[in-house]
């Protein structure tokens, strides 16, 4: 996984508007975000190292999705757009990704820019709750991901507004920032 700013140019969500200013694991972690590669091997070693990570933080439940036109048909556009739209939730969200590669955006709180994190099968990423984010695909144009839940699948997501600033699960979150 790459992490970097982006550039504030117009232009479509698929394309890397990568601005060359490379952002560390260290600046990922004061923010909360971690990630790891596990490789996807043949013998099928990865599930169990995936699902011991779930375990550790408390994950019960998992399931995968595959984010593509043909996958999603009528619902495509309605998808994209919903995970484009910058949003909170209160649990962390997790995703492993297994085949394609895509754009998760986390905003850095300090600063209020956007660094993209471009994720490839193998990565695993975790967002805490209550930090703002959003997914786009790249121009490959499809992903398939394991998506990994604390209980019940219920994935709501909170977009930014009045009440997810003032929503108790962000001004933890918010508190939780280590200052560099
Ligand atoms: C989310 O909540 O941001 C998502 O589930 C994005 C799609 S998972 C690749
Ligand atoms: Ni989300």
């Known amino acids: 996984m790459r992490a970097y700013y982006m550039d ?4 479509d969500q698929r394309l890397p508007h990568d601005s ?4 560390s694991d260290e600046l990922l972690k004061s923010i909360g975000v971690l990630h790891w590669n596990i490789p996807i091997d043949e013998a099928g070693t990865f599930k169990d190292r995936v699902l011991e990570v779930a375990k550790e933080r408390n994950y019960k439940n998992h399931d995968v999705i595959v984010i593509s036109k043909e996958a999603l048909g009528d ?14 939730h209160e649990d962390e969200e997790i995703r492993y990704l ?11 709180h300090a600063t209020e820019s956007w660094i993209r994190c471009h994720m490839s099968a193998g990565d695993l990423l975790v967002l805490p709750a209550g930090i703002y984010h959003r997914f786009s ?8 991901t394991m998506r990994l839940f604390k209980d019940e699948p219920k994935w709501i997501a909170h977009n930014r507004g009045q ?9 933890d979150y918010v508190k939780s920032i280590v200052v560099q």
């Open 20 to 23: 060359g200013n490379e952002v």
């Open 137 to 144: 695909l790249d121009e490959k144009n499809r992903v398939r």
């Open 98 to 108: 297994l085949e394609g590669s895509g754009f998760f955006d986390v905003r850095e």
């Open 75 to 88: 619902e495509y556009e309605h998808k994209i757009k919903s995970f484009y739209h910058e949003h909170m």
């Open 163 to 171: 009440a997810t600033d003032d929503n108790p699960y962000r001004i």
């Open 8 to 11: 504030d140019l117009p232009g």
